[in-house]
């Protein structure tokens, strides 16, 4: 079926037009009834978070997402347009989506006045009625709502004339989602004209009212500590938002994986090697995060975002596919000594409390040692290993490194007893890559665990009893 190209035939085709924040509320009932993901590619939230977000589209409230950097607040906000329906139809020429059945701005009222039911039409698809803004201090009046265009003023209209007007980003998402992010940077000046718009619908440019009934969802994120700081918000634009929601860091270690697996760098997997990651170096980079948020010389105000677990999860992968095409092998592994790379990818995502030289590089190495103690006691029991730490007895050593090739660790392994028990148990007996994997987060665990001795020179690492 064709879609309608006039006003006329708009009406014939017998379409109802809706508000945003009823279409978005017929949407989000039948995909609940109908049993459909609502937000796909969001982790974590089902049980807090979703249930806030959908009480308040039931309840046609503009939205507010607190919450620290890196918690999906924009994410989210993004697929809210995933239940605006997949076109609507609007005045062609329209610079604000006007409604043909009720056009709000002198260009598509003078259209459908000259032409009625001849009234040429458009449609618009759902991702094109999203706009979104960052706030910073130096955002303008004209940005989001209007300026009078001096080229249409040379052109000999006056400037009473609303034709004179060119729309800002609010306007031009009219029968659409708008989001502002990091609400409380934005002028006290521009958040009246943001509060007028939501409750007055009217804004003045240049000393000229224009009245623009819009229909909009306004939707805006924000730091906690920001957003309740008195003088950064005023309380009438706080007031005018029906929902604040708070957002929340992944409450579960397989929630984290969850997002470290599903964001990872394409680029990874796109040259032919066999990448396999093990569920305890998965462990290791999700519980390093999350001793991070807990930790005391880390500002935990400015949070520790997930993009950490995930930019440490692709430079570990990246230091295991490094070594596979310096040694010629064909599969990526990660092991222990990998994860000395996700340094630097951390360093930039923690503030510390205190600036100190070093103590940035110290806190990531410490939090790292913890990371493999605590998995390492999830899958094992120091005395789990009591065959294999008596090789140790006699001052025998083991020796291993982020440059090894794998046949060395199976050449090892096979000469060790006590340790197919627990390859077995990790799930690492598919390659000679794998084991040497699990040989070093076990040599690793057993030295945190104070039953091993460790020595580091020249990027070769030494274990001994």
């Known amino acids: 079926m064709t879609q309608p190209k006039t006003l006329g035939e708009l009406k014939r085709s017998g379409y109802k037009p809706l508000s945003v924040k009823a279409e978005l509320r017929k949407n989000l009932i039948r995909k609940m009834l109908d049993r459909e993901p609502?937000?796909?590619?969001?982790?974590?939230?089902?049980?807090?978070?979703?249930?806030?977000?959908?009480?308040?589209?039931?309840?046609?409230q503009d939205m507010i997402f607190l919450g620290e950097r890196g918690q999906a607040?924009?994410?989210?906000?993004?697929?809210?347009?995933?239940?605006?329906?997949?076109?609507?139809?609007?005045?062609?020429?329209?610079?604000?989506?006007?409604?043909?059945?009720?056009?709000?701005?002198?260009?598509a009222q003078d259209m459908v006045a000259k032409h009625g039911d001849d009234t040429p039409i458009a449609w618009l698809a759902r991702d094109d009625r999203y706009g979104e803004k960052l706030a910073t201090p130096d955002v303008t009046t004209p940005e989001l709502i209007?300026?009078?265009?001096?080229?249409?003023?040379?052109?000999?209209?006056?400037?009473?004339?609303?034709?004179?007007?060119?729309?800002?980003?609010?306007?031009?998402?009219?029968?659409?989602?708008?989001?502002?992010?990091?609400?409380?940077?934005?002028?006290?000046k521009l958040q009246v004209g943001l509060f007028n718009i939501m409750q007055e619908r009217d804004v003045q440019i240049r000393g000229f009212r224009v009245r623009l009934p819009l229909d909009i969802c306004v939707v805006a994120s924000a730091n906690p500590e920001d957003y309740t700081n008195r003088g950064r918000i005023i309380t009438p634009l706080k007031d005018r938002y029906g929902a604040q929601i708070r957002t929340h860091y992944?409450?579960?270690?397989?929630?984290?994986?969850?997002?470290?697996?599903?964001?990872?760098s394409p680029l990874l997997m796109s040259d032919g090697y066999r990448i396999t990651v093990p569920q305890?170096?998965?462990?290791?980079?999700?519980?390093?995060?999350?001793?991070?948020?807990?930790?005391?010389?880390?500002?935990?105000?400015?949070?520790?975002?997930?993009?950490?677990?995930?930019?440490?999860?692709?430079?570990?992968?990246?230091?295991?596919?490094?070594?596979?095409?310096?040694?010629?092998?064909?599969?990526?592994?990660?092991?222990?000594?990998?994860l000395s790379s996700i340094i630097p990818s951390s360093s930039g995502k923690i503030e510390l409390e205190t600036v100190e030289e070093g103590k940035e590089g110290q806190i990531?190495?410490?939090?790292?040692?913890?990371?493999?103690?605590?998995?390492?006691?999830k899958h094992f029991r120091s005395e789990d290993f009591a065959s294999f730490l008596q090789h140790?007895?006699?001052?025998?050593?083991?020796?291993?490194?982020?440059?090894?090739?794998?046949?060395?660790?199976?050449?090892?392994?096979?000469?060790?007893?006590?340790?197919?028990?627990?390859?077995?148990?990790?799930?690492?007996?598919e390659s000679a890559a794998t084991?040497?994997?699990?040989?070093?987060?076990?040599?690793?665990?057993?030295?945190?665990?104070?039953?091993?001795?460790?020595?580091?020179?020249?990027?070769?690492i030494s274990y001994w009893g």
């Open 38 to 60: 609502l937000f796909p590619g969001i982790f974590g939230f089902e049980e807090t978070v979703i249930p806030q977000v959908q009480n308040a589209i039931l309840a046609g």
């Open 73 to 107: 607040k924009t994410r989210l906000i993004r697929t809210l347009t995933s239940l605006l329906d997949p076109e609507i139809p609007y005045v062609e020429g329209s610079e604000i989506n006007d409604d043909p059945f009720a056009p709000i701005s002198k260009h």
């Open 146 to 188: 209007g300026e009078v265009d001096p080229i249409k003023v040379a052109e000999g209209r006056y400037l009473s004339d609303e034709l004179v007007i060119h729309y800002g980003l609010i306007p031009r998402t009219n029968r659409g989602i708008f989001c502002i992010n990091e609400l409380p940077d934005l002028s006290e």
């Open 250 to 264: 992944p409450k579960q270690i397989d929630i984290e994986i969850d997002i470290m697996d599903a964001e990872r």
């Open 280 to 338: 305890f170096m998965k462990e290791i980079i999700a519980e390093t995060t999350s001793m991070a948020r807990e930790h005391a010389d880390i500002n935990q105000r400015s949070g520790v975002s997930v993009r950490m677990s995930i930019a440490n999860y692709e430079s570990m992968i990246g230091n295991a596919l490094r070594r596979t095409i310096l040694l010629r092998e064909d599969e990526v592994v990660p092991r222990i000594s990998d």
């Open 364 to 377: 990531i190495d410490e939090l790292v040692k913890k990371a493999v103690k605590k998995v390492f006691s």
């Open 392 to 429: 140790f007895t006699s001052g025998q050593s083991l020796e291993v490194s982020d440059t090894m090739p794998t046949a060395v660790y199976s050449q090892k392994a096979r000469g060790l007893g006590g340790l197919h028990e627990a390859f077995q148990r990790l799930e690492m007996l």
């Open 435 to 460: 084991m040497a994997s699990a040989l070093e987060f076990i040599l690793e665990g057993l030295h945190l665990n104070k039953k091993l001795n460790k020595k580091v020179l020249e990027g070769e």
